[in-house]
């Protein structure tokens, strides 16, 4: 499969219109990186269809069609674009917690933790009955067979994966429940009188006027709310004083945004909240499957109080099977499914590799974006409200799919005399930022962030 073939793919599954395939061009298709699996086609195919997605929404407010370009080896860096992110010239501090990472169980087989969050942190302590040192951790996780301490770190809700082989995987209840499921659903789930988009006015973009409330953490859906943003949706990120966030994260996907509290614990909370969905487009959200509804945040009961809205919801393993409750985050998922493996078996490495870039979390962020807009697309032409669906595992088994990479054809690594020329500075409360800018070319509407990334909590809770 090639860039343009999974672009073809995919406005085909969003039933997109053909002869807008002809306004992208994707250059340099044959991009990689160091990886069997073809990461460049999953980098590139997903921009690209969220560009032309974004090109379409603008044919159908202004009637206008526009060239687009998308190069294929800057979409890969795009989907490091936490990597390259720099405050005052100095790289941000590191991601990752010191105990998370991967560890060999006394079975001899490997499982990894994910610990970057304080409470993920301290519940894997917990159960491993262990001191905070890595030398501890490795020494308690000894004292396991790693399949026992994955089912029992699930059940405590923690975040970790069992390094599975991909037959191990399929084999699984959980892979055999997604399997029927397509890469992403766009699926209408009531009736609504079509709403168009605003007529284009002078200097506007494809969303502009578009009212988004993001309701994520991390990178997956972050991306695609910044994704939004970039073609002029009015973003509103949600968090709440007592959720945990990793700034450099923030920082990056956060530009274009602005940043609001609302405590959905309170009643006071979630009235603020159904007052904004009420006057708002688009819901995106990147909880657990149910946890939401806890809220009276469902999607049914959303669209009958909010009638044309567009519900997008990301998880990490599906929203069906024994494991749609199951935290997640992209190394998990890429430990559980057989990737992890399978590029540890390719570099001779023990137990266990992983892809070159966090390619499921940027592909999935950039496949929700592109749903969303297609979703507003057809709220504006047929009516009806609409549930965007997505998964990491999901997008996972799309990239296992396609044709692996032989080692000849393994891409060069980037430089930052190569990165630089695609980044773009700007001021924010946390000081000079330098950051990935947007990849596609678009002749009439060029994505751009409007403003830095905001305080989380800086902003009212108001559109």
Known sequence: ??????????????????????????????????????????????????????????????????????????????????????????????????????????DGRWIQLHTNFPHHRAGVLRVLGCGPERKEV?????????????????????CAALIRSPEEWQACEQAQAINSLPLFEVVRIGDAAPQPLPVAMKGGRPLSGVKILDLSRVIAAPVAARTLAQHGG??????????????????????????????LRS????????????????????????????FGLSPEELVVERPGLIYVSLSAYGHVGPWKDRRGFDSLVQSATGIAWEEGQAARLPGHGKLPCQALDHGTGYLMAFATMMAL???????GSWLVRVSLAQTGRWLQSMARVSPERHGEEFSAAEISPWQETSRSASGTIRAMAPVERMERTPPRFDFPSSVLGADDPAW
């Not at 395939?21 to 044959?30: A, C, E, G, K, Y």
């Not at 997903?46 to 526009?66: F, H, K, P, V, Y």
């Not at 490795?138 to 923690?158: P, S, V």
């Open 267 to 294: 009643s006071p909370g979630r009235e603020l909240m159904r007052g904004l969905i009420k006057e708002g487009d688009v819901f995106l959200q990147a909880y657990r499957p149910g946890a939401m509804a806890s």
């Open 377 to 383: 697309h057809r709220r504006a032409t047929e009516g």
């Open 234 to 263: 009015n973003v509103l990120a949600i968090s709440a004083g007592h959720l945990p966030n990793l700034e450099t994260l923030l920082l990056d996907t956060g530009r274009g945004k602005r940043s609001a509290h609302v405590d």
């Open 138 to 158: 490795a020494a308690a996780i000894g004292r396991w067979k790693a399949a026992d301490l994955d089912a029992r770190l699930a059940a405590e809700g923690m």
């Open 1 to 106: 499969m090639t860039p343009v073939d999974a672009l073809q793919f995919l406005w085909r599954e969003a039933h997109g219109d053909p002869d807008l395939l002809d306004d992208l061009t994707i250059t340099r298709p044959d991009a990689h990186l160091p990886s069997v699996f073809d990461v460049g086609t999953l980098a590139a195919g997903t921009i690209a269809a969220q560009a032309l997605a974004a090109s379409a929404c603008w044919n159908l407010r202004s009637g206008e069609r526009q060239k687009i370009v998308v190069d294929a080896r800057r979409a890969l860096a795009m989907c490091r674009s936490e990597r390259y992110l720099a405050i005052d010239d100095k790289p941000p501090p590191d991601l990752w917690d010191p105990i998370a990472g991967y560890y060999q169980a006394g």
